[in-house]
């Protein structure tokens, strides 16, 4: 009897441990997604799905007053979590409860709900804020860009954190609607469609509205503010096209910029014969004043580029590059920021293919062009393209290795091959996040090839690779597009 009252008691307390654990307290969400280059960008413990911005800006002092609303479900029984930021924060609204919260690290603001937040439970985030983001530092600088007449919200991995607070990792996208009010006669462009026209407020200031429609990562949300002459047109096919200039650009620049930047449509529906349908609602560019920007970036439905682009005249070459990672790195995103080679490798492949196209010089010619004149000791030949490192993330390696790599892969397979390959990938991973791995995987399976040692010795060996073919012992010569891919490399390599 003994016994058996003992075995009752221990199974009592078993049951009772059990249920403690069931009923485990809330706890933290991490104040980062542990990205094996940026450990403490973007936070567990939430899902966002959509960020409303409402923001007013004044050029004159660099001053931003904004209202975050951030519709989010949380992944687990949440106590607390993080939100990547660095303006001055007034209040923080959780669930329609005021919410305490503190600074942490260079850019974490740590939220603590009045109440804690059950697993799969919604949240809505109401974040008030304002600051002079010129004046703010982290990560040891600062991305906001102040220009002669506005500033800009543009930059690669970071930007969010100077002007919206966010779940900053291309692991969680969301929709966006983006609204600024600025002082009329200046104009403020953002990602997606106008869903109104710019309204006049009083005080002499004017809001504009942007949304988009399709799940975008936050680094490729931005915001450009300043005196634009903003066009717009339809594609083909009825999406519109909002392009915008810098009014600060000479003639000559702005007459270079708009030969490459109003061709926009035409050559991404060219790219949608290579890549597949084009993922998103809008289309279009922006052209930063001289001496403000000093590259380009791919935000989502609607590229910036500096305007030393443009300096040597038309430059498709920056469009074509661009608007390829509308598909790779805007649609198919990393899931890792060591992946890159993801969105640069393809982005630089596709102005070959643009080169081959227009009879300027075939992929092939490139590739024997640049295998030759890289010597054995170059950056890109000692750095690995599947995991470059956080000092080589825009680095040749990167970009010319990684097109090296496609074209590769396209000779190893055929062509038949190769693009059902590009097609399938942006289709299967069309909104989502992706790796190197899958798209190893990919490959072999469409090909039905092991492809292990080419995939081996081309983005994961620090070596310069034995090529099959054998090229003239005498350097090619460069090919008709190479000055102008050389050109937007170049600058693209400044970020």
């Not at 305490?100 to 008030?128: K, N, Y």
Request: with cysteine; aromatic share 12%.
């Amino acid at each position: 009897m003994r016994r058996l009252l003992v075995a009752l008691a221990a199974t009592a307390l078993t049951l009772a441990g059990t249920a403690v654990a069931a009923q485990a307290a809330p706890a933290p969400g991490g104040p980062g997604v542990g990205d094996s280059y940026f450990p403490d960008y973007g936070n567990s413990g939430y899902d966002v799905s959509h960020y409303d911005i409402r923001l007013r800006y004044t050029p004159a002092t660099d001053r931003l007053t904004g209202t975050t609303t951030i519709l989010a479900t949380a992944t687990q029984d949440l106590s607390r979590f993080n939100l990547d930021f660095v303006l001055d924060v007034s209040s923080v609204l959780v669930n329609n409860r005021p919410a305490t919260f503190a600074r942490q690290g260079d850019h974490e603001l740590v939220v603590t709900p009045a109440r804690p937040v059950s697993d799969d439970g919604a949240m809505t985030i109401v974040v008030q804020y304002s600051g002079v983001p010129s004046s703010k530092v982290a990560a040891n600088f600062t991305a906001w860009i102040r220009t002669p007449d506005g500033a800009m919200a543009i930059g690669e991995p970071e930007i969010a954190w100077w002007w919206y607070p966010s779940n900053d990792h291309p692991t969680d996208k969301a929709t966006f609607d983006v609204s600024v009010s600025v002082p009329t006669g200046v104009e403020a462009v953002s990602n997606g469609v106008m869903p109104r026209p710019p309204v006049r407020e009083t005080l002499g200031y004017t809001r504009w509205s942007w949304r988009s429609l399709k799940p975008q990562a936050t680094y490729l949300t931005f915001m450009t503010i300043g005196q634009y002459d903003v066009t717009t047109d339809t594609t083909a096919s009825g999406q519109p096209v909002y392009n915008a200039y810098s009014q600060l650009l000479s003639q000559e620049l702005r007459e270079a910029a708009q030969s490459s930047v109003e061709r926009t449509a035409e050559i991404t529906d060219w790219e949608t014969t290579v890549f597949g349908p084009y993922p998103f609602e809008a289309r279009g560019g922006v052209v930063a004043p001289p001496g403000t920007l000093c590259c380009a970036l791919e935000n989502q439905t609607r590229p910036n580029y500096a305007s030393s682009f443009f300096t040597r005249g038309a430059n498709t070459s920056v469009i074509v590059h661009e608007n390829a990672h509308q598909w790779f790195g805007d649609s198919v995103s990393v899931a890792d920021w060591r992946h890159i080679w993801l969105n640069e490798g393809f982005a630089s492949y596709a102005e070959w293919l643009w080169s081959e196209r227009n009879g300027e010089g075939t992929a092939q010619e490139i590739f024997d062009y640049l295998y030759a004149t890289y010597p054995a000791g170059a950056s890109i030949w000692t750095t690995a393209p599947a995991d470059p490192g956080v000092a080589e993330l825009f680095g040749d390696a990167v970009y010319d290795r990684g097109a090296m790599t496609l074209h590769q892969l396209r000779l190893a397979v055929g062509d038949d091959d190769f693009f059902a390959i590009l097609r399938t990938w942006a289709a299967e991973h069309r909104y989502g996040n992706a790796t190197t791995e899958q798209f190893t995987a990919l490959a072999e399976k469409i090909s039905g090839q092991d492809l292990d040692a080419l995939f081996q010795a081309w983005l994961y060996t620090p070596a310069k690779p034995v090529v099959a073919t054998t090229l003239a012992r005498t350097a090619p010569a460069a090919p008709k597009s190479w000055a102008r891919i050389s050109h937007t490399h170049d600058l693209l390599h400044r970020r």
